[in-house]
């Protein structure tokens, strides 16, 4: 019996050491990137199963260890008595952290991992409350620090740091990341709700009036259509004119026109911006057709992430209107969407 327990004991030591060098990789990139790559990589979504239930892997790897220790000492006191057998288990489980270190003994724990670690996903995320319950307070303090890698992953870090950061702050941070990423297409104002005035108009009184109800400081000026923009007309400035004699909006308007490409990104519009000391540009597509108007505010709404409500805005999101309004575009009774 005192031989069984012997070879038993040998046994036991033996998957305590390999289970002691088995450890699961920590990924360097935080879950939003791994996310991102994973869309493009397949290979990359059992790193992104293992990020996730990281901490939780390393609790099943402990309460084995522990598991295995309590056997080893139940045995070898078995086998040699409780005066030898809590000696050797004390020299064992002193030992046995460093034969698992040693670098052959790594290379098969690494290798015994890697084919067991599908399972271990699997054990983790059918019994991860009973895991919970045993894992050690600084377990679930949150991440160690970590590398960042990407604009996803210091977004994914800002998210997160609400006892650090305020809500206002983190938005700010948020939106300053995201702006670079953004083209002048995504925030723009869309041709269907653009309002214009025709270069011809005269600028009479009922005029006025209803070109300061639209609640736009600029107006582009057309000869004919949208895709034929000549001017901008500043209706602050229509004040000073003077209200006997009309004139038409091209003698008012200003004759220099800026365009922007749609695909353009909102770091070069708000270079452009400085630049030209303008506020307003039309965005252009590669036929050089109008698509939507781009303006400081709506710029700079991007930048620090909350609107920019002027007092004479009648909507206060022009994107909302057009999609609203796009609803009844194109819509006849007998239509087919190919």
């Known amino acids: 019996m005192s031989v069984l327990l012997m070879l038993l004991s040998i046994v036991i030591f033996t998957c305590l050491v390999l289970v002691a060098s088995m450890h699961p990789v920590k990924s360097h990139f935080g879950v939003s990137e791994l996310k991102r790559r994973a869309k493009r990589n397949p290979a990359l979504a059992q790193e992104l199963r293992r990020y996730t239930a990281y901490v939780t892997l390393e609790t099943l790897l402990r309460s084995l260890r522990a598991l295995l220790l309590v056997l080893l000492v139940a045995t070898l006191i078995g086998a040699f008595g409780w005066g030898w057998g809590v000696l050797l288990a004390i020299v064992f489980a002193v030992l046995y952290p460093s034969v698992a270190r040693i670098s052959a003994v790594r290379n098969l724990g690494r290798a015994l991992y890697d084919r067991s670690e599908p399972w271990l996903l699997e054990f983790t995320a059918r019994y991860t ?10 377990s679930s303090g949150g991440e160690p620090l970590r590398k960042i890698y990407s604009r996803e992953d210091m977004a994914e870090l800002i998210s997160h740091s609400e006892d650090v950061i305020g809500k206002s702050e983190r938005l700010l941070l948020s939106s300053a990341m995201s702006f670079f990423g953004k083209s002048v297409s995504e925030v723009m104002t869309p041709r269907s709700v653009i309002d214009f005035i025709k270069k011809a108009e005269f600028l009479g009184p009922l005029v006025l009036d209803e070109l300061h109800a639209l609640g736009h400081s600029r107006l582009p000026v057309i000869d004919g259509d949208l895709d034929h923009i000549v001017g901008v007309l500043h209706l602050r400035d229509l004040l000073s004119l003077d209200s006997k004699r009309s004139v038409t909006a091209e003698k008012a308007m200003e004759a220099k026109v800026f365009y922007i490409h749609e695909d353009d990104t909102l770091e070069h ?11 307003l540009f039309i965005v252009i597509n590669q036929n050089r057709e109008t698509v939507g108007l781009l303006t400081l505010e709506d710029t700079m709404e991007a930048l620090i992430g909350r609107q920019i409500v002027d007092e004479d805005d009648v909507h206060d999101d022009l994107r909302k209107v057009a999609e609203r309004e796009g609803q009844a575009n194109n819509s006849p009774v007998d239509r087919v969407d190919l």
């Open 129 to 138: 409350k009973a895991l919970r319950a045993v894992r050690e307070p600084s």
């Open 269 to 279: 519009a708000l270079a452009a911006f400085i630049k030209t000391r303008h506020h």
